[in-house]
């Protein structure tokens, strides 16, 4: 099983609609979540953190922790086309200095 | 401040060479990781170091691949006798340990093709 699973996609939405993305992890003790977009040929950005059970919100993106059932979500209300790209889900174990482990990204794009 | 800086952005090398990949990161962070991304794929850990020392190297894919740290600063990913799978983008990040909030930083990584 690997640490970090996402949906690989590709999710297609259109234009205005709310885009959700998945990620799920193994280790129950798992404290930082981070979300990051990452463009073709670009390095991966990040999109937001959470590590407290429930919502919270950033602009248009929505992160939500569910650690009783070990998921993160990110949902991007609004869509524009501007935010097709892959989006990575990382999560830090401990919360310290330890190795990440990422997903393998979900591909989104967002029709006009 | 500065980013994360990575150099060369772009190297074109024959197969069987050695390569140099470097990686500036953030003054101030302490922990650096490298990652492997081949197209279309997603990141493949290689390494991380927290200081000069690398706790888990457990991503190195053989022998040919070393990493090294010096000053708690700038890295250095020397791949031995290139290899035409060792084709990839490399990146480099780097992150303030110790805190939960802190996420990690990415360079713009070094693109390599070995011919």
């Known amino acids: 099983q690997k640490e970090v699973e996402q949906n690989s996609g590709p999710l297609s939405v259109p234009e205005g609609a709310i885009a959700s993305l998945n990620c799920t992890y193994s280790?129950?003790?798992?404290?930082?979540f981070f979300w990051y977009r990452q463009y073709s040929g670009k390095s991966p950005e990040l999109i937001m953190f959470i590590y407290s059970n429930g919502d919270k919100e950033d602009g248009r993106f929505t992160a939500q922790l569910n650690k009783a059932s070990q998921y993160v979500s990110l949902l991007i209300r609004d869509s524009q086309p501007s935010d097709s790209a892959t989006y990575l889900c990382a999560v830090n174990p401990r919360g310290t200095g330890n190795q990440f482990y990422f997903g393998t990204g979900t591909s989104l794009t967002v029709i006009p | 401040g500065a980013g994360v800086s990575q150099s060369p952005s772009n190297k074109v090398t024959e197969k069987g060479k050695d390569v140099e990949l470097r990686c500036d990161p953030i003054?101030?962070?302490?922990?650096l990781y490298w990652y492997r991304q081949s197209l279309g794929q997603g990141l493949e850990f290689l390494i991380y170091?927290?200081?000069?020392?690398?706790?888990?190297k457990s991503g190195l894919p053989s022998d040919r691949f070393s990493a090294e740290r010096t000053g708690g600063s700038v890295s250095t990913l020397t791949i031995q006798r290139t290899q035409q799978e060792d084709s990839a983008v490399y990146l480099c990040?780097?992150?303030?340990?110790?805190?939960?909030?802190?996420?990690?930083?990415f360079g713009d990584g070094t693109r390599l093709s070995i011919l």
């Open positions: 990040a780097s992150r303030i340990p110790g805190r939960p909030n802190q996420p990690q930083h």
């Open positions: 170091f927290q200081g000069n020392s690398a706790p888990d």
């Open positions: 280790d129950r003790g798992s404290q930082s």
């Open positions: 003054s101030g962070h302490t922990a």
